[in-house]
C-alpha cells in the first residue's frame, strides 16, 4: 500500500511540473516573461537570453537606443512574443516594433555578441 501511495504521489508531482510548462503557440515565439537579459547587437538587432537558457535573436522594424537599465515587452498575447504586429520592445521612452525573432543556439549567440564586439571595435578605430 506505501508503495502505491508514493508512486502515485509521484505521478502527481510529474503531472503539475508538466501542467506548469508553456508551450510555445508557435516555434519561433519567445515567453517574454522569462527575459534574463538583452544585449544591444545593432540599433535594430538585439540578444535575449531568458531565465531557462534559450536565446533569441529580435529583429526590430527601426533603430532603437541600446537598453542601459530596463527593457520591457509590450503587445504580447498571454506573454509570448511572436513578432505579430503591436508587439515591441519598450526602452526608455521609445517604444521599438519587432520584425522578426529568431531562435538560437548557444553558437548563434556568440556569433552575435562577436558581430558587437566587432562593430564596437572598428567604430573605436
Same mark, same amino acid.
Given at each position: =500500500?506505501?508503495?502505491?501511495?508514493?508512486?502515485?504521489?509521484?505521478?502527481?508531482? =510529474?503531472?503539475?511540473?508538466?501542467?506548469?510548462? %508553456?508551450?510555445?503557440?508557435?516555434?519561433?515565439? =519567445?515567453?517574454?516573461?522569462?527575459?534574463?537579459?538583452?544585449?544591444?547587437?545593432?540599433?535594430?538587432?538585439?540578444?535575449?537570453?531568458?531565465?531557462?537558457?534559450?536565446?533569441f535573436r529580435i529583429e526590430l522594424t527601426q533603430g532603437c537606443p541600446a537598453p542601459e537599465s530596463q527593457l520591457s515587452v509590450r503587445g504580447t498575447r498571454d506573454g509570448w512574443l511572436c513578432a505579430e504586429p503591436g508587439e515591441s520592445l519598450v526602452?526608455?521612452?521609445?517604444?521599438?516594433?519587432?520584425?522578426?525573432?529568431?531562435?538560437? $543556439?548557444?553558437?548563434?549567440?556568440? $556569433?552575435?555578441?562577436?558581430?558587437?564586439?566587432? %562593430? %564596437?571595435?572598428?567604430?573605436? %578605430?
Amino acid at each position: =500500500m506505501k508503495r502505491t501511495a508514493l508512486a502515485t504521489l509521484g505521478l502527481l508531482a =510529474m503531472h503539475g511540473a508538466a501542467a506548469e510548462q %508553456r508551450t510555445p503557440p508557435q516555434a519561433h515565439c =519567445m515567453d517574454a516573461r522569462q527575459i534574463g537579459g538583452a544585449e544591444a547587437i545593432s540599433p535594430d538587432t538585439f540578444a535575449l537570453r531568458l531565465k531557462d537558457g534559450k536565446r533569441f535573436r529580435i529583429e526590430l522594424t527601426q533603430g532603437c537606443p541600446a537598453p542601459e537599465s530596463q527593457l520591457s515587452v509590450r503587445g504580447t498575447r498571454d506573454g509570448w512574443l511572436c513578432a505579430e504586429p503591436g508587439e515591441s520592445l519598450v526602452i526608455g521612452d521609445a517604444q521599438c516594433p519587432i520584425s522578426t525573432i529568431t531562435p538560437l $543556439d548557444t553558437r548563434g549567440y556568440a $556569433d552575435l555578441l562577436r558581430q558587437r564586439a566587432l %562593430r %564596437r571595435q572598428a567604430l573605436a %578605430r
